[in-house]
């Protein structure tokens, strides 16, 4: 369960994947960049063998999120 969630993080993030291609020069901006796609993955994306986010079929969250719900959220 923790090396697909690993090659999930390195296929969708770029940054992970190779050294030389969309790297970040500070941490900062790295963490921002996971952290984005975190909460993208756990609360916007709906995933098919769940038919709903992990946030809700954890129940952390009752609803779907959308971008700009993710974005109202960071602010």
Known sequence: MIERANLTLRTHCKRLARLTLSFSKKKENFEAAIALHLAYYNLV????TLRMTPAMAAGVEKSLWTVNDLVDAAK
Do not use: E, N, Q, R
């Open 45 to 48: 994306k709906s995933h098919g």
